[in-house]
């Protein structure tokens, strides 16, 4: 096997998950100042914050078709366009429309980028390295997040423009990005499928691994004619509803961790616990370092232990660590160190379980035929939760519920996730794509 090659092309898929995560985070150091310029209510605050994320839902509702309709590669190609366009006009908008408009065209490609890339990397990796492959996706994706972090709290103190500098730095990965794609081959999966080009996706296997090159193919070709001989071959026309449950429930719970209200919201959340600006700044980025090392370490687990190992450990540290700051903001009982203290721990947790699981996950239970669909369908969901919970987040904990019954409330939501861990997610790990959909097609929890 040519591990060398596909983990060349893997690390350049997965510079579309590093501008996910800068766009992703980039906000939480300007989004202070963004409110004070135009002087937004709460409302339209929470409007700015999570615009990026309703350009993201509509990324993803929509990214399966030119996925499927251009291909993995082409579709990456107008992704990284996107990006750059965002990231260039954000820093220099000088209205409060305009800036929206271009926050937008980033969410765009943020959510076509969680449908493609995970996606296109999975269809090129072999079983025994899948998990840790697309997995190096949400890796980038931590690793832009602690950028962004890094990066905001360098740049607070350049003036009153600051804001304006954190949101363009992404513009540099965004140009490297679009020049590394052209270096990619397109996924043989979609060849098949799509094309009917065998001699084209026969030769990229075998740039993979030439010894099972010929078999990998011909696998793919009998599911695919399997699919072909069955009516009905729609996303939702009835045969993958196993599939369909599992790709939302996973999204579902992603969220409403509250992942996201921390992401946007930490220097917030830290100001809360009495933290100065510049501390709250620092703290968040000790948030994105700590993301990033147990992604690393979720890296060198996820095909050793498998996708359901690493869900049932970080549930219960998810369940234990939001708890406890939920007693800190009821109690105010060591307030200023229990809540930094524990969203540290909880990122641990998170970026072990649900942050390196979801992308590999969903990526991996759907035929080819409708992968693009069902990729997009999940992606669609995690990015509808995501932008429900960052618009509503600032409400809920000023107005409405509370700091604490906020976080009580993530608490229970992971509570259910654990039931559904137990009760009703199936195992994937060393599996080729073809086998995994054959046995959930049989409605199986253990595919290995």
Known sequence: MNTRTIFTWSIVIALGGLLFGIDTAVIS????????????????????????LIGTVIGALFGGWPTDALGRKKTLLWIAVLYLVSAIGSAVATDWYTFLFFR???????GCSSVTAPMYIGELAPASHRGRLVVMFQFNIVFGILIAYMSNY???????????WM???????????LALIFMLPESPRWLVVRRGAADQAR?????????????????????????????????FSGKYSL?????????????????????????????????????????TAGLGLVNFIFTLVAVNFIDRYGRRTLMLVGTFGLIATLSIVAYAFYSQNFFGYLVPICLFVYIAFFAFS??????????????????????????????LMATVIAFTFPYLTEELLGEGNTFLLFAVMMVLQLIFVLRVMPETKGTSLEKVEQVLADDKREVV
């Open 104 to 110: 937008f065209i980033g969410g765009l490609g943020v």
């Open 354 to 383: 649900q942050g390196a699981v979801i992308w590999v996950f969903i990526s991996e239970i759907f035929p080819t035929e409708v992968r693009a669909s069902g990729q997009a369908l999940g992606s669609f969901t995690h990015w």
């Open 167 to 177: 949101l363009g730095v992404e513009a540099f990965p965004a140009a490297l990005f």
């Open 29 to 52: 150091g300007a989004e202070q100042d963004i409110q004070k310029l135009w002087n937004l209510n709460l409302i339209e605050h929470g409007f700015t914050v999570s615009i990026a």
């Open 203 to 235: 030769e990229i296997l075998r740039r993979v691994n030439p010894a099972t090159a010929d078999e990998e193919l011909h696998n793919i070709q009998s599911a695919h004619q399997r699919h072909a001989s069955l009516s009905g071959s729609k996303l």
């Open 154 to 164: 360098l740049l607070q103190g350049v003036g009153e423009n600051a804001w304006r």
């Open 243 to 283: 599939p369909i449950m599992l790709a939302i429930l996973m999204a579902f719970f992603n969220q409403v961790s509250g992942i996201n209200a921390i992401i946007y919201y930490a220097p917030r959340i830290f100001e809360l616990t009495g933290l100065g600006k510049d501390s709250a700044l620092l703290s």
